[in-house]
């Protein structure tokens, strides 16, 4: 419409309608920037509890890393723990292996020593008893010496009684025959009989 050769009425009409248009589109604007402002608050506040929960996860990573930082060190610790632990269980090993490798030692040791002071008390009860046996035969033997020495002084006595005995009858068997002798050559000669008599009585006498 031509405003020029409008009425004015309906120029009233069309300025009003312009006027409501351009008022909806006021009160339009002013909706959307007020929904606009309200998304920009909840925007922000969104952004603000974003922003929260980054600094509560950053602050909850921090502490579950140092969380887990302190558990890696409670098991490095742990680990280093249980390395010188095996370090010591493998110390023990090997001084309790050397302490059963001397004790074994000293076992066929003494087991030797035993076996040796056995064979020297069995040598040495030999001994003993090869002493007491020549002991006794020592005095055996001095018995027997003496027995010997006793029969040894019988027999010279004896021997020389019959040494005595001997030359008693040899004097007596010589002073006889003299005796004889002389008879003989003033008496007859004797009978073979007499003769064989006298020869017989002196072999027993001899």
Avoid: C, Y
Avoid at 12 to 37: F, M, P, S, W, Y
Avoid at 117 to 144: H, I, P, W
């Amino acid at each position: 419409m031509d405003v020029e050769e409008a009425e004015p009425a309906e120029v009233d009409l069309h300025v009003k309608a312009i006027v409501d248009r351009l008022t909806r589109e006021a009160a339009d604007a002013g909706n959307i920037a007020d929904q606009e402002k309200s998304r920009q608050e909840e925007s922000a506040d969104e952004i603000r509890k974003l922003q929260n929960e980054l600094r509560e996860s950053k602050r909850a990573s921090s502490e579950e890393v140092a969380r887990l930082q302190g558990k890696l060190e409670k098991l490095a610790n742990s680990q280093h723990e249980t390395e010188e632990l095996r370090e010591r269980v493998q110390g023990s090993q090997k001084q309790l292996t050397e302490a059963l490798e001397m004790l074994q030692k000293e076992r066929a040791e003494n087991e030797k020593l035993a076996s040796e002071a056995k064979s020297s008390r069995q040598k040495e009860l030999a001994a003993t008893e090869k002493v007491q046996f020549l002991e006794r035969a020592s005095k055996d033997g001095d018995k027997m010496t003496t027995h010997i020495g006793t029969l040894l002084e019988s027999s010279a006595a004896e021997r020389a009684r019959l040494e005595s005995a001997n030359a008693e009858l040899r004097n007596w068997s010589s002073v006889r025959n003299n005796s004889s002798s002389r008879r003989a050559q003033k008496l007859p000669r004797p009978s073979k009989w007499r003769s064989w008599k006298g020869h017989s009585l002196r072999r027993k006498l001899l």
